[in-house]
């Protein structure tokens, strides 16, 4: 599996937790069902998740911050949940360049959103690791 599989059932996840209030143990288990993952494969996937979910509010912060002008409920369910994943990955996943998650969150926005979106996110991301040296390396910020 490639990381961007990973991402793209992670984003599932936090969609459905998100919009539909699943539980996230469950979400990510019936997803899973409609792939094949080795260990490591769920173990990223999981990451993501729970990663993203125990720092929301930390990220939603930074989200308020930096898309001025929209609220946190104004921006689009799939858009809100990109910019969290991508986040979560900027700041606390030390092995994935920053610039990998901002390419790899704009890709999933021309898939699952709208054209529109991967210039908003875009646009976020970048305000946001230009604001912030220590993300241009790639490594955590806390």
């Known amino acids: 599996m490639s990381r ?27 997803t899973l069902d409609d792939y094949t993952l080795n260990e490591n494969d769920r173990q990223f996937t999981s990451h993501l998740i729970s990663g993203t979910l125990e720092r929301l509010p930390e ?10 002008d929209w609220t946190l409920e104004r921006i689009a369910n799939i858009d809100r949940n990109l910019l969290r ?4 990955e900027i ?10 998650s901002i390419n790899e969150a704009i890709e999933l926005a021309r898939k699952y959103s709208t054209a529109e979106s991967g ?5 976020i991301l970048g305000k946001l690791t230009q604001d ?3 993300t241009e390396s790639g490594g955590e910020v806390e």
Do not use: M, W
């Open 132 to 134: 912030n040296p220590k």
């Open 4 to 30: 961007r599989l990973g991402r793209e059932i992670a984003l599932k996840v936090l969609f459905q937790v998100d919009v539909g209030g699943n539980d996230p143990a469950t979400a990510l288990r019936e």
């Open 119 to 123: 210039r908003f996110i875009n646009g």
């Open 59 to 68: 990220i939603d912060t930074l989200i308020k911050q930096y898309a001025i």
């Open 85 to 88: 994943l991508a986040i979560f």
């Open 91 to 100: 700041y606390h996943c030390a092995d994935i360049p920053v610039s990998v």
